[in-house]
Structures are given as structure tokens and as C-alpha cells.
């Protein structure tokens, strides 16, 4: 199956105009948390391609007057439990990604250059550690999406299929702001996806409207994500922990804990933690992805040296950050390394190869994260995340369907 490449180029686009899509409900509150639904509504006739890149939502985040403390760092995607993705035939995009706000401030901490806090994360998440204060608590946010069709980087056909839907979960507030006197809750208002539609140059807007006439259709590839999480007990040893299965078109692996110490006190709740691991390992299947255990010690470089593995991501999504920059160093210096933004990840070849582990090597395999505790890591929460290479295909008839 041959795929149509909708790259943005040059002289492809014939119009555009930007368009607001408004949530279902004008106000969420925390204490019912019920889903948000935004329909990004685009009918098949219209012709109109969606900017992936120029999708972005935006809201009012507000909190009672009476709370004092700080709202949880990058707060605009700390609201979101989980993402959903799917046609307005109700067909998934992809897989929901639970922790989804987790995920994000994973990205957006470990894997741009962002080191200050002060540039494209900082305009679209908030600025970190938002006081909450008497009369102060009404904040303008916007939030790029980090994961499922939204990778995608050029122009998505939504005509094909009226449009999508997007779903979000709201998050405990318990777990969104560190306060120093009243009850956690907030509401989101005014909730909008907002982005450019397209229309392409006759000869190319053809060209696809032939494809979809075809029995195979249209083909889209995109990168996206899945999520977990497990307990972590206050015990020595080795433990392990379980993604799920593994696919053809895993990519990566990526996980972080998170101890109950410091998400109950008035500290960032998404410290990462390193605090008691001697080492790590990935293992899917019967295969190690590592030839070692990774060595976390602060007078180590190992854990840097397997950060490398992920500068291709970077680059791909033009966030090129530092290797290190994901262990919260930004200049690869040891000395500098920092027990409370941690991540362990692990990188998957896309090809077989007898040299190194592949994905095609693993397919439907158990993926399992081996830790070594050399001391108590004090109770919490492992969060684990997959990364894969996913693909639809548009059949006629406004059909959608994942193809494995």
C-alpha cells in the first residue's frame, strides 16, 4: 500500500482561514470531572484540510479566590487525565493515552531545549509555579497537543471523514495545585480548539480525492503514544514493571516515578524521581534492549550515553534538545545530575537486524521495566508510556480504520 505524502511545501495550498471549534459545555468543574468533547467539525464537501501543526487548544483556568499555593508546572496539559481521538463516525484514531498530562510534561521537560522555562513551553503551558493568590486566579491558557494525530505534520484530510473529535479527561485537583490553605478545585472554561483549514490546489486536492475512491483509500502514518501506571512500594530490590504488549511499530519506551511524598506536600507534583534506583532495564519479551543494566549514580554517565538514542525524536519533532537535557542536566556534566527529574528510557531500531533488538523482532511480546532499588524509593507511582509509528487508512464512505 503506497501512502500519499501531505508534507507541507510551497505552492500547495490554493486558500485558508482559521477557525474556532468550541467545547460541548462553556464550564468544566474538577469535582464532577465530566469528559470533555470538542468537535472539530469539517464537512466532507468542503474540500478542507486541517494544519496539524497550527492545532491548539485554549481556555480559561480558574481556581477559587480563597486558594493560596501554586498551580502544579505546566499547567495548561496538567488538566488532562487522558486523551481520546476519533472520526465523527466514532471510529479511534488511536489508542486513548492515559496520563496524558503526564506524557506532556514529560516531553515538554526532557525533550526540548526549553532549559529556562522561557520560550515556547512557557507561552503555551503557563509560566511555572503560577501563584494562586486572593483575587488572582483566572489564567488564560492554550495547550498544543503532544500525541496521536496531532503528530502528524502536515495536512490531514478531515474532509474525508466530516471532521474529528477530540476527548479529554479532566484531573484530580488534588493533583493540579499545591496549596497552602483551602480545598483543591478548578474549573476550565471557554474551552476552544482553534487552527487553520485548508484548501489545496486543485491538481493536488484531486489527486487525493482519486486515492479515496480506491479500495485501499488514503494511508496516514503518525507517531502517538499509549500510558500506564503502577504502585510503587517504599521496598529494596528488584521490582518490574508492566507496559503492556508490544508492537511491530513500537519505537520507544519511556518511564518515571513519581513518590507520594512529594505529590501530597506543596512541592512540584511531577517531580521525577531517581531517589533509590541503582539501575534499570527494558526487556520485551525475552529480549533486553540494553546489553547492560543502565547505572543511575551520580558519578555515572551510562544514563547519558543511552539518552543519545533518542536525539532522532528530537530532531524529528524540531525540539533538539540535549541528550541530557532529559536528566535534568543541560550542560553533560555529572556533578550536575538531579534526583528529582528522572527519566528511564529506551530505544527501539525499526528495522531487523541480528546486531540490535527491533521492533519487528518483538511484535506482541510482554514490555517490562526491570528496576533495581538499592535503597527505599518511599511509596508512589511508576508512570510508563510506549511510543509507536501508528497508521490509519481512509476508506470511501467517510470510513476510519487503525491498521496494525
Known sequence: MSALVFQKSAGMEKSHRFADFTADNSTYTSSNKREIILKVEVPAGSGEYIDMESVKLFGDDNAADSLTGVYNDWSASSAYKSLTVRSMKQTEIANQLVDYNGYCRMKGEFMSSDDNNSSYLKVLEGAKNDTLAANNNSIQRAHQFQSNIFTFPGYYPA?????????????????????????????????????????????????????????????????????????????????????????????????????????????????????????????????YITQNPVEVTTTSDTQYKLAEHLTHQ??????????????????????????????????????????????ADVAEQDIDLIVNFGSSPGAGTVYLYKEEDRRIQILPGQQVMMVN
Open 314 to 359: 528530537l530532531r524529528a519533532s524540531g525540539q533538539e534538545g540535549l541528550p541530557a537535557h532529559m536528566y535534568g542536566d543541560s550542560a553533560l556534566t555529572v556533578a550536575a545530575f538531579r534526583t528529582d527529574r528522572f527519566l528511564m528510557s529506551g530505544q527501539l531500531q525499526k528495522s531487523k537486524s541480528q546486531a540490535v533488538i527491533s521492533s
Open 159 to 287: 474532509f474525508a471523514h466530516g471532521g474529528l473529535e477530540v476527548r479529554l479527561t479532566m484531573e484530580d485537583a488534588s493533583k493540579r495545585m499545591a496549596l497552602s490553605a483551602g480545598t483543591a478545585a478548578y474549573t476550565l472554561d471557554n474551552l476552544k480548539i482553534n487552527c487553520r483549514l485548508v484548501k489545496l490546489k486543485d491538481e493536488v486536492h484531486n489527486q487525493v480525492v482519486a486515492k479515496l475512491a480506491t479500495p485501499e483509500g488514503l494511508i496516514i502514518d503518525f507517531k502517538s503514544a499509549e500510558g500506564t501506571n503502577q504502585t510503587v512500594v517504599a521496598a529494596t530490590g528488584v521490582k518490574t514493571y508492566k507496559f503492556g504488549k508490544a508492537s511491530q511499530r513500537l519505537t520507544a519506551v519511556h518511564s518515571f516515578v513519581v513518590r507520594d511524598s512529594i505529590r501530597d506536600g506543596t512541592a512540584d507534583h511531577w517531580e521525577m524521581s531517581a531517589v533509590g534506583i541503582s539501575n534499570y532495564r527494558f526487556k520485551i519479551g525475552s529480549e
